[in-house]
């Protein structure tokens, strides 16, 4: 099942994604939860399958503007230096533990709407990634068991203000411009995903290919994840993990590769789908 969050003539929706739009959930807000989070947190994905499987009124694609897959989650945790080519093109060596940022919700920005580059800077770079979205309450889990944590998986453009990111050790600041994370274009929930490290991972610019993977090459598996993010937070539904970028980013380039305006970015993810935005300059300091 595909699930997309979304706005619909002003009113903030999700749905489950067919091939001609979107199968509106709204009607059934008040039993199953008013937002995608809630839904996970109350346990009712199968139920919005049922309708789902009922339904037949679709909304399409052209009446919608996607929000981020989840709009509101508690908790988005990043990890930084998680592809062995990543770690090879930075002169880094290989991470004892999994090096962890985090993300405000208001940095991001859904399916085909516009990534900001700030007034502040105009070294904007591109990092396609895996999210993992938790779909149960998570605390002290051990990789054998994380995946039934799982709710799904959607790509995500980790948009990363370079300059602003190398002010200190401490990447947070250059990670949390308004408007700078892709987070798209749906939820695929797990058992249609099914291995997460046999997944092929591809981003482009202006549709030439600048990053491609296969999830395998991440040094710190979703599982390892998990079960480190579970020790030291409670891990919620709805609660997002950014599972690391791959070789291939813009900053390492020769000479660096900068996203700017007019540009188009894809960060494709096999079996999930392909999330696609825009490049927009902020227009004012304001």
């Given at each position: 099942m595909k699930i997309a969050s979304y706005l619909h003539q002003g009113q903030a929706s999700y749905g489950v994604v067919v091939d001609a739009g979107v199968i509106d959930a709204s009607s059934i807000a008040k039993e199953?939860?008013?937002?995608?989070?809630?839904?996970?947190?109350?346990?009712?994905?199968?139920?919005?399958?049922r309708f789902s499987e009922g339904e037949k009124h679709i909304v399409p694609f052209s009446e919608i503007t996607f929000l981020p897959v989840v709009s509101d989650p508690g908790k988005i945790l990043c990890v930084g230096i998680n592809y062995l080519s990543h770690v090879k093109e930075t002169g880094r060596e290989i991470p004892k533990?999994?090096?962890?940022?985090?993300?405000?919700?208001?940095?991001?920005?859904?399916?085909?709407?516009?990534?900001?580059?700030?007034?502040?800077?105009?070294?904007?770079?591109?990092?396609?990634e895996l999210a993992v979205v938790i779909g149960k309450k998570a605390r002290h889990v051990k990789a054998a068991d994380a995946v039934e944590h799982v709710a799904g998986y959607a790509c995500y453009n980790d948009g990363s203000i370079r300059d602003?990111?190398?002010?200190?050790?401490?990447?947070?600041?250059?990670k949390n411009f308004p408007k700078t994370g892709g987070f798209g274009p749906w939820l695929v929930t797990a058992d249609e995903v099914g291995d997460p490290s046999q997944l092929?991972?591809?981003?482009r610019l202006n549709g030439q290919v600048v990053q491609e993977a296969k999830t395998d090459d991440l040094i710190f598996s979703i599982p390892a994840l998990i079960e480190y993010c579970s020790t030291f937070t409670e891990l919620n539904p709805g609660d997002v993990i950014i599972t690391g970028t791959t070789g291939g980013v813009g900053a390492f380039r020769e000479p660096p590769l900068w996203m700017k305006e007019g540009d188009v970015v894809e960060v494709e993810i096999s079996?999930?789908?392909?999330?696609?935005?825009?490049i927009s300059d902020e227009k004012t300091a304001n």
């Open positions: 199953i939860g008013s937002s995608l989070k809630d839904v996970l947190a109350n346990g009712k994905l199968i139920e919005l399958q533990y999994p090096m962890f940022f985090t993300r405000f919700a208001d940095s991001q920005i859904g399916h085909e709407q516009a990534m900001i580059r700030p007034f502040a800077s105009d070294k904007f770079d591109f990092e396609g602003w990111q190398k002010h200190t050790i401490q990447f947070i600041p250059g092929q991972l591809t981003t079996r999930i789908g392909i999330l696609r935005n825009t």
